[in-house]
Structures are given as C-alpha cells and as structure tokens.
C-alpha cells in the first residue's frame, strides 16, 4: 500500500499516477514510510502553478475551447485528488487499515475520473499539457498536515468541502454539456457525480469514526467538521451556487449539517452583508 502511492507522488508523469492499484496494493505488506512531501513531483509538462483563469461559465459551453478549458480543469482536479489521497495515506500511517483501504478504492475512482474527463479532452485535439493547471487542492497540504485534528483535517478538507462541492458543480456543468450538443462529456460529469456521492459517504463515515476513535463519540456531524477543518477552508466552501440536497441526503448527511453548510457565509460574503440570513436563491 505504502509503496504504491509513494510511486504516485514520486513520479512526474501521468501514465504512473493513473496506474491503479492491484488487490496487493490494498494489503499492509511494506513498512510505514516517511513522512510525504507536501507536494508531488510533476514533470515539467504538467508542473502547477499558482492562479489560473476563471472556469468559464455554464452558458459558454457552445464554444469549444470553453468546453476543453472545463474538461482540462475538472481532469486536473481529479489528478490532485488522486495525489492528495496517496499523500493521506502516507501521512497518516496509522489510521484504521479500513480507512486506508477506503482511500485507495476512492484514489482508483479519482483515476478513473481522470481518464474519463483526459478522454473528453482529447475527443477535443487537446491534452492536460495545453492548459495551465493550479495547486488548488495542494495549497491546502500543510494546513492538513498541520492540523491537531490530524486525519480528521484531511476528510473534513477533502471529502466534506472540496468533495461535496463538487456534487452542486458535477450536475451544473452535466447539463450545460448536455445543453451544448456534447452528450459524452455530459455522461462523464453525470458518472463523477454519482460516485462522488460515495466519496462524500465515506468521508462523513470516517469523520464519525475517527472522532469516536478521539473519546468525541457525542460531537454531531456539525461540531466534527467544525473542529476539523483548517483555515482558510470552511463549509462556505462546500457548495456551489446549484445546491443539490438531495444528493447530500443520498450521501447520509444529516439534516443539521446540510443546513449548516446551505446556510454557510464566506468571511466576504459576511463583511459585505453583516445581517444577511441564507441566500434565498440557493434554495433547491
Ligand atoms: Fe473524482
Ligand atoms: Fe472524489
């Protein structure tokens, strides 16, 4: 297990980082390792950087190249989240082996997510070295690895704010791929969406658990993530602006918590309106 996802984070290139693991990759027999780099190694070709432009909107999808910039950006998110989930298993060794395994099944997804949207791409002439990618998920590291909360951080951070974001953006961009004309990008949004439920599922699951693991079996859903996610992340960063409930209820979150992130304000949101309630337009 340990030595697969080191080769993940070691190598540069994308062939290694999309191999899947094998049903030996899954099983404890490689010593525990150092603790990982807070960031992956990446060939030149597909090095991060910084900021990048904004994704373009759910109405310019007729346009191509707004199309590719989109498949460009969601297959790179998936490539982050393939390394984050590796980096997670190094950096936290000791976690129950249910949880580890449970990271490694979602890592498999998160290349399988990848593949198809550098599918999507390339039916477009294009491939991820044509586009500036972001360390938007990889920023974010050393906060983690920071943490007190130690795992918990990671779950909250990935699972339960980038993760569950993605369930209100998946179906918003699905639909305006569908709306241009290109049906198979639209499969491939909807098929991430689904098992992105999953990956939400599990990350609530596991939060649960760890907290018990802490003596904190009486904290709910709210007060878990509340303790767990480290700055500058936070639920008002667990959502877009289509928010879909109901796929969070077929996650198994509670009632409490999907209205606590529904109603979630960003530090801007609150300077720029003090006494606002929740925003009557993210009603779904
Ligand atoms: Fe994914
Ligand atoms: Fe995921």
Known sequence: MFAFCSRILEAGDLATKLAPPT???????????????????RDPDIAMRG???????????????ARALCLARFAHH??????????????????PIEIRRGFLGTLR??????????????????????????????????????????????LASMGLTFEQGNLDFSPVY?????????????RACEQVHREEIEHVRFAAIALRTLGELDGLGGLDDVALYERSIPFPLSAARA?????????????????????????ARSPQELRAHPDAGPRSEDRS
């Not at 049903?23 to 190694?41: H, I, K, S, W």
């Not at 949207?117 to 044509?130: I, P």
Request: charged residues 30%; hydrophobic residues 40%.
């Open 23 to 41: 049903a030996e990759d899954f099983e404890e027999t490689d010593p525990p390792p150092d603790a990982p780099p807070l960031r992956p190694a």
């Open 51 to 65: 900021g990048v432009e904004a994704l373009p909107k759910p109405g310019a999808l007729n346009d191509p190249s």
């Open 78 to 95: 998936e490539l982050m989240a393939v390394e984050m989930f590796a980096w997670a298993i190094l950096r936290w060794p000791d976690l």
């Open 109 to 154: 997804d998160e290349q399988k997510h990848c593949r198809l949207y550098l599918d999507r791409l390339a039916a477009h002439g294009e491939s991820l070295t044509d586009h500036v990618l972001s360390d938007y998920f990889w920023k974010h590291a050393s906060a983690m690895s920071e943490s007190p909360a130690g795992a918990a951080s990671f």
């Open 174 to 186: 699905r639909d305006a791929f569908r709306a241009s004309g290109d049906e198979a990008s639209a």
């Open 239 to 263: 959502k877009g602006r289509r928010f879909d409930a109901r796929a969070r209820e077929q996650a198994g979150l509670s009632p409490v918590f999907i209205e606590y992130v529904r109603s």
